[in-house]
T-cell receptor, first 113, second 111 residues
Framework: GAGVSQSPSNKVTEKGKDVELRCDPI?????LYWYRQSLGQGLEFLIY????????KSGLPSDRFSAERTGGSVSTLTIQRTQQEDSAVYLC???????????FGAGSRLTVL | DQQVKQNSPSLSVQEGRISILNCDYT??????FLWYKKYPAEGPTFLIS?????DKNEDGRFTVFLNKSAKHLSLHIVPSQPGDSAVYFC??????????FGQGTRLTINP
């Protein structure tokens, strides 16, 4: 596609529910990243996929968070048993291999009530 | 451990004047630095970057300066325009490609 596409753009859920956030990167981009921005905070790294290599999961805040990337393209970030502190904008980005410049999607705003 | 710091959460500048946004980092392994701009309800967009082998990079109204000894970089915008009002994020990477971002500085350009 022309850009990085994320869905849903907004998600409101109740505490304890599971949520899935989807990212469709730019075609041909082998690297895919998830970041999140909590209110008043910077961009916090969550996870990084590069081709067929094992993902860098070092930023995932707890074992309630997981992500997968199917077929080297679309990625899904799953948050189980959501908590109020999970409320944030979740941003996906992609890049070509070895590139430092990331292209971001518009984000998925998650609100946990 | 905040490896990239933007100590000014906000900055207000008059239209036509120079805007200077600052960023400090602690990790000496960082070798590439970027500035991103973010409007509300949009994702961050790449603005300008600099490699550690340089101390200055210029692109139109935007110039980034890097002081490796001080582990400090700055973004200069001149002249500032109303459309420059946004949140600016400094980011750094070092080999592993994982970008580390600062907290952001909200720039407001006043007419």
């Amino acid at each position: 596609g022309a850009g990085v596409s994320q869905s849903p753009s907004n998600k409101v859920t109740e505490k304890g529910k599971d949520v899935e956030l989807r990212c469709d990167p730019i075609s041909g981009h082998t690297a895919l990243y998830w970041y999140r921005q909590s209110l008043g905070q910077g961009l916090e790294f969550l996870i990084y996929f590069q081709g067929n290599s094992a993902p860098d999961k070092s930023g995932l805040p707890s074992d309630r968070f997981s992500a997968e990337r199917t077929g080297g393209s679309v990625s899904t970030l799953t948050i189980q048993r959501t908590q109020q502190e999970d409320s944030a904008v979740y941003l996906c980005a992609s890049s070509t291999y070895g590139a430092n410049v990331l292209t971001f999607g518009a984000g998925s705003r998650l609100t946990v009530l | 451990d905040q490896q990239v710091k933007q100590n000014s959460p906000s900055l207000s500048v008059q239209e036509g004047r120079i805007s200077i946004l600052n960023c400090d980092y602690t990790n000496s392994m960082f070798d590439y630095f970027l500035w991103y701009k973010k409007y509300p309800a949009e994702g961050p967009t790449f603005l300008i970057s600099i490699s550690s082998i340089k101390d200055k990079n210029e692109d139109g109204r935007f110039t980034v300066f890097l002081n490796k000894s001080a582990k400090h970089l700055s973004l200069h915008i001149v002249p500032s325009q109303p459309g420059d009002s946004a949140v600016y994020f400094c980011a750094a990477s070092g080999g592993a490609q994982k970008l580390v971002f600062g907290q952001g500085t909200r720039l407001t350009i006043n007419p």
